[in-house]
């Protein structure tokens, strides 16, 4: 009997439309034996979309209303850049209504999800990461005591936000409060990390029947000052695959993204930036739902590697449905 997936994209957060083509590429090349749908989740609405046809969904009991059928969803698949999937809240949707899913845990999710939580979890490990400072909305703050501590330059994140929106890199004193009421645009929290003078890469990880898989690194060079939304997405940057770094460095970064998928015991394809200093790398954060659109890293990491998206997908499917 054919089974139904959803793939439930769009969401909150500045990065609907991202989240729109990455689930787009997805459901092009999953197995066509399923039935598949995007269901798109924004704050008016949420609706299940196949080809161009529009139906309703029963958030209820997650059926897909379709004529006169009731649809159930056999299996979900979460690929929402930012609120509410990719900090794990469809998830427990998911989980309340026994509908299994190829993406991390709800635990997972929301921990990943916080870079500057996240980054002190893996910090109690023993990974290197920046030094940094907390920030709630509202709270008072000292400019001269973060420039003392952190130094400059250095960056104001959003903590629960993605794609690089809200991140500014702060030269100057006067640049400070400007950019963090910028990152507080994004969310209620926000991180001042010190900044890294590196080489910046990624490392896309996966499972497969085999185990933990690691996917050739990218280099990341910014024609911008830095790694932001318009070098991302706009064609401002160097995405270089495999990264232009020793074969020491190369095996070093692998071996820490799988050390830190199975500690946060994440599942399918999740992306760790790092920061290499000299030969020692710095956790930037952690991606449980990396860009997956024409344009995005993950794409020419399995290109690189020699491995169809479409074969990548089945092999998700395959290990993460057992």
Request: some cysteine.
């Amino acid at each position: 009997m054919t089974q139904t997936i959803g793939i439930f994209c769009g969401g909150f957060s500045s990065e609907f439309d991202i989240s729109i083509k990455s689930a787009t590429t997805i459901a092009r090349n999953l197995p066509s034996s399923y039935d598949i749908y995007l269901i798109i989740v924004s704050k008016s609405s949420w609706y299940a979309k196949q080809h161009e046809n529009r139906y309703a969904i029963n958030l209820q009991d997650l059926t897909i209303r379709k004529e006169d059928l009731s649809i159930k969803l056999d299996i979900g698949l979460v690929y929402i850049h930012g609120e509410p999937g990719e900090n794990g809240k469809i998830q427990a949707l998911l989980d309340l209504h026994g509908v299994p899913y190829l993406n991390s845990g709800v635990l997972a999710s929301s921990l990943s999800f916080d870079k500057w939580y996240c980054n002190q979890f893996l910090k109690s490990f023993g990974f290197n990461v920046a030094e940094s400072i907390h920030l709630l909305k509202g709270d008072s703050f000292d400019k001269h005591e973060i420039i003392q501590k952190l130094g400059l330059p250095l960056f104001v994140k959003p903590c629960d936000s993605g794609s690089s929106y809200g991140i500014s890199k702060v030269n100057k004193l006067e640049e400070l409060t400007p950019s963090i009421d910028k990152a507080f645009e994004e969310g209620s929290t926000l991180v001042m990390e010190s900044f890294l003078k590196g080489i910046e890469v990624t490392c896309g990880v996966y499972r497969n029947k085999k185990g933990l898989q690691a996917l050739p690194l990218t280099e990341i060079v910014s024609e911008n000052d830095f790694f932001d939304f318009d070098a991302k997405y706009n064609g401002k940057s160097q995405e270089i695959t495999p990264a232009r770094i020793t074969e020491d460095s190369r095996e070093k970064v692998q071996a820490i993204a799988i050390k830190i998928y199975a500690l946060l015991q994440l599942r399918s394809i999740a992306r760790i930036d790092f920061m290499l200093v000299g030969d020692k790398p710095y956790v930037i954060e952690v991606n449980t739902t990396p860009g997956f659109s024409d344009a995005s890293i993950v794409p020419k990491m399995l290109d690189a590697a020699g491995i169809s998206i479409a074969h990548f997908w089945k092999e998700i499917i395959e290990r993460e449905l057992q």
